[in-house]
C-alpha cells in the first residue's frame, strides 16, 4: 500500500517531536474502533509495554516517516502517550570513586 494512503495524503506529523528512540505507551481505556487498520496495529504493539518508534516501524514494515504521521494522529486523539527514553548514565567524576573505594578499604 501507498505511504499517502496510509497517512491519508499527508507527509509530516502534526508534532515534530518524536525521535527514533521515543518511547510508545499505548492508552488502555481507549476503544480501537474507527481506527485504521495501520493505528490498530500500532495501538495493539504499544498496549502491553512501550516500544520505540523504530521498533514499531519495524514491526509493521513501515517508513518511519508514514510511523510518526500515524503516531502523531494518535497523540493528538489520546490513544498514544510518548516519553523520552531513559538518558545513559552520566560518567562519575574519579575523585568520588576514589573517595569511595577508600572508604571502603579503610572499612576492611
Known sequence: MRPYVVTDGRAYPT????????????AEDLPLTGLSPEKR????LC??????????AGHLSLPVSVVKVLIADLMDSGHIVTRAPIPSAQP???????EVLDGLRSLL
Open 15 to 26: 508534532r515534530n517531536t518524536l525521535d527514533l528512540v521515543t518511547l510508545l505507551i499505548g
Open 41 to 44: 496495529g500500532l495501538m495493539e
Open 47 to 56: 498496549r502491553p509495554g512501550a516500544l520505540s518508534v523504530a521498533e514499531v
Open 92 to 98: 562519575s567524576e574519579a575523585r568520588i570513586l576514589q
